[in-house]
């Protein structure tokens, strides 16, 4: 596993940006939630994949806008995502670039990191770890991140709802809306 921590923080260190260390903390903050939610909840989830999935899963945090173009005109890609909010490339473009630079193709990995932001309707449980984890883990400060925490412990869909729920304020759309729907009803089962 140091080989992808050392890997990620070689990567942080080229981009040359402000705030890397900052990153790579949560990083491995990410790596540690995501271990915590599995063992709390006894998921039937690799370990391995799932510290691989939440190490790299911001691998093109720091990637420029020229890259990014580059690959969504490489891999022919919907050109409407050039129309998304840019802090959303790094994980839609992410895998692509996790691919070509490390030559990781698990396709468990790379969904997990795709979706870490967005989310989406269809995820399996590694991915919802991985999505729920980036804001539970211990360097996310503030009153909605603990709450959040706290929640995951004892209810995992309804702390994923509750970063649905952020989202869909944030951007009432109808990705966020169809979320919103699937773990409401999933939230339910549970
Ligand atoms: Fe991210
Ligand atoms: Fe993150």
Redesign the pocket.
């Known amino acids: 596993m140091k080989k992808y921590e050392k890997l990620l923080w070689e990567k942080y260190q080229k981009s040359g940006q402000p705030g890397i260390e900052e990153r790579f903390r949560?990083?491995l903050g990410?790596k540690k939630e995501a271990l915590e939610l599995i063992d709390c909840f006894g998921f039937p989830i690799d370990k391995n994949k799932a510290a691989v999935a939440a190490l790299l899963?911001?691998y093109a945090k720091f990637e420029s806008e020229e890259r990014f173009r580059e690959v969504i005109r490489k891999y022919k890609l919907d050109p409407e995502i050039s129309e998304l909010n840019p802090v959303v490339w790094h994980s839609l473009l992410g895998p692509y670039i996790i691919r070509e630079e490390l030559g990781l193709v698990d396709p468990d990995i790379l969904a997990a990191v795709r979706n870490?932001t967005l989310g989406s309707p269809e995820m399996g449980l590694l991915e919802e770890v991985i999505y729920l984890a980036?804001i539970t883990e211990e360097n996310r400060r503030g009153p909605e991140f603990e709450a959040a925490r706290r929640l995951s412990r004892r209810d995992f869909y309804g702390a994923i709802l509750v970063k649905v729920e952020a989202l869909l304020k944030a951007f009432p759309g109808e990705h966020n809306r169809k979320l919103y729907q699937k773990y409401t009803e999933v939230k339910c089962r549970f």
């Open positions: 949560h990083a990410v899963h911001d870490h980036d």
